[in-house]
């Protein structure tokens, strides 16, 4: 059952473009969301994150979107760049300091 | 911002013997902490939600006696892998959940090669 979804595998932009990664969740009780950076043989890297009571928040060249309604939400990176390249998990977590789950995970890939 | 060093970053061993993995947060008391474990191009699967002073939670289908996790401090949680066979072979990852925020930050990972 999976509870955190990332549909998209892999995607591809051209540096100085938005990259738009997408997550879906079905549990209703999930309140917390978080964005990682991962390489390869390393640990995730904390991006951003929002609460369920929020449906936008930005740092930086990062923007997370919440849709409650819809149980999506999306990462916006802008502009893209190439050390940006590399795989990006969603995450979400029903209580605070609970137990994450983790989407599949989407390789991002920008090109010079 | 908050640090969590996970020890050893890679290790091979045999088939049959143990191997402990280290989780410490350097600079801020942990009171949970969780381990994962990722599988090559999948995602992070929780195993265990680790607490000080009090006995780990497993998820279904994790054995409990074949990976023993021990929380004794503030600021260390071990996970030993018991009697490993090739199939154990996966990368573990630890993460700690800071009090004040929804802070998770993790280790880097530890690559467990069973041959």
């Known amino acids: 059952d999976q509870q955190v979804k990332q549909n998209s595998p892999s995607l591809s932009v051209q540096e100085g473009r938005i990259s738009i990664l997408n997550c879906d969740y079905t549990?209703?009780?999930?309140?917390?969301f978080l964005w990682y950076k991962k390489y390869p043989a390393e640990g995730p890297t904390f991006l951003i994150s929002?609460?369920?009571?929020?449906d936008k928040n930005e740092d930086g060249r990062f923007t997370v979107f919440l849709n409650k309604s819809a149980k999506h939400l999306s990462l916006h990176i802008v502009p893209s760049q190439p050390g940006d390249s590399a795989v990006y998990f969603c995450a979400a977590s029903a209580i605070s300091y609970g137990k994450l789950t983790f989407g599949q995970g989407t390789i991002l890939t920008v090109h010079p | 911002g908050a640090v969590v060093s996970q020890h050893p970053s890679r290790v091979i061993c045999k088939s049959g013997t143990s191997v402990k993995i280290e989780c410490r947060s350097l600079?801020?008391?942990?009171?949970?902490m969780f381990w994962y474990r990722q599988f090559p191009k999948q995602s992070l699967m929780l195993m265990a939600t680790?607490?000080?002073?009090?006995?780990?939670?497993?998820e279904q289908g994790v054995e409990k006696d074949k990976f023993l996790i021990n929380h004794a401090s503030l600021t260390l949680s071990t996970l030993t892998v018991t009697s490993a066979h090739p199939e154990d072979s996966s990368f573990y990852i630890c993460?700690?959940?800071?009090?004040?925020?929804?802070?998770?930050?993790f280790g880097s990972g530890t690559r467990l090669t069973v041959v």
């Open positions: 549990n209703s009780m999930f309140d917390y």
């Open positions: 680790s607490n000080e002073g009090s006995k780990a939670t497993y």
């Open positions: 929002i609460s369920s009571i929020k």
């Open positions: 993460s700690a959940a800071e009090q004040g925020d929804y802070g998770y930050t």
């Open positions: 600079d801020f008391q942990a009171t949970t």
